[in-house]
């Protein structure tokens, strides 16, 4: 089951919900990210919407998620997809979170991320 706890930490929480569903990408569109762009667990979100958009589900295909656009998560997900089965397969190597981390320049909190869904 995916822990949801840090959504308690979300800042979208405290604006108006109307700025992440824009009918355009435009002003809207920059101001959620912008708020994104200083939301403590920005992380959490973005990985939440690939997972969601990885399970099939509709829930993340619309809107700003972890400071990226529908579009934006569509053009980086074979990009993540394939960080995600790097990591996976430098785990079954026996690198360690930090080393994995050092070898894909990514951040130690991505590699807890992804393993924590394999
Ligand atoms: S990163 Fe996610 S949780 Fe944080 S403000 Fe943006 S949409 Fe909300």
């Given amino acids: ?16 919900p109307d700025l992440w569903f824009p ?7 920059r101001t959620a990210k912008k708020v994104c762009g200083t939301c403590p667990v920005s992380a959490e979100c973005g990985g939440y919407a690939d997972l969601l958009e990885n399970d ?4 993340s295909r619309h809107g700003t998620w ?11 997900r074979p ?8 990591i996976v397969r430098l785990t079954d190597r026996g690198m360690t979170p930090t080393e ?19």
């Fill in 1 to 16: 089951m995916t822990n949801l706890a840090w959504m308690d930490s979300a800042l979208c929480a405290q604006t108006d």
């Fill in 79 to 86: 990009r993540a997809a394939a960080r995600d089965a790097a």
């Fill in 66 to 76: 972890g400071g990226r656009s529908a579009r934006q998560r569509t053009k980086a």
């Fill in 23 to 29: 009918e355009g990408a435009g002003s809207r569109d």
């Fill in 100 to 118: 994995i981390a050092e070898q894909l320049d990514i951040s130690d909190r991505t590699v807890a991320r992804v393993k924590s869904r394999s």
């Fill in 56 to 59: 099939g589900s509709d829930g």
